[in-house]
């Protein structure tokens, strides 16, 4: 595992993480138990802290970043990532929170200061600008990102199915 420290801050590792070799988790990174890092990511906390909570999942080639504190931030932008997240491929989040319960499609890039709330569908390829907030339980898609529609049942029960899905697989990688 590509795990090191940033500046004596080491990153915290839950009870059955798996990162994949390839991938840096680097600095002040907190890692829930189940979660997973695919190949190819990069979660940096140097400048500030990153927090993935339980059961989330980082898939192939995402980038995880935060904003240092400066002037016109005097806190900067942590990225706190909640529980059953599914981050799909080769993803940007920067800065930004995204509560539990979420899926972010492929491709898709969150920017400083956005919010996520719980049950958030991000279609693939999308935008959230900085500081925008999306409310659960939509779709939301577009460069920026847009409110489609409701999402449906099947779509809300599919967090937690894609969620246990990577659990399942990165125990298959633990082995």
Not at 12 to 24: L, M, N, P, R, W
Not at 71 to 82: D, L, N, Q, R
Not at 121 to 128: E, R, T, Y
Not at 157 to 173: G, I, M, P, T
Request: with cysteine; aromatic share 6%; glycine share 12%.
């Amino acid at each position: 595992m590509a795990i090191r420290p940033y500046q004596n801050k080491l990153p915290t590792i839950g009870h059955k993480v798996y990162v994949d070799e390839s991938a840096a988790v680097i600095g002040d990174v907190a890692l829930g138990d189940d979660a997973s890092v695919w190949p190819m990511c990069s979660v940096r906390g140097d400048v500030n802290l990153i927090r993935i909570g339980a059961r989330s999942n980082i898939q192939d080639g995402t980038i995880v970043h935060v904003t240092y504190p400066h002037e016109s931030i005097p806190g900067g932008h942590a990225t706190v990532i909640g529980d059953d997240v599914t981050v799909g491929h080769q993803c940007i989040l920067h800065g930004c929170t995204v509560e539990s319960l979420c899926l972010i499609g492929m491709g898709s890039s969150i920017l400083d200061g956005a919010v996520l709330r719980r049950g958030v569908f991000l279609g693939a390829g999308s935008l959230v600008t900085e500081g925008k907030e999306l409310e659960g339980g939509y779709l939301w898609m577009g460069r920026p990102a847009k409110k489609v529609r409701a999402l449906t049942a099947a779509e809300k029960a599919w967090f937690e199915y894609s969620a246990k899905h990577y659990v399942k697989l990165k125990n298959d990688y633990l082995k």
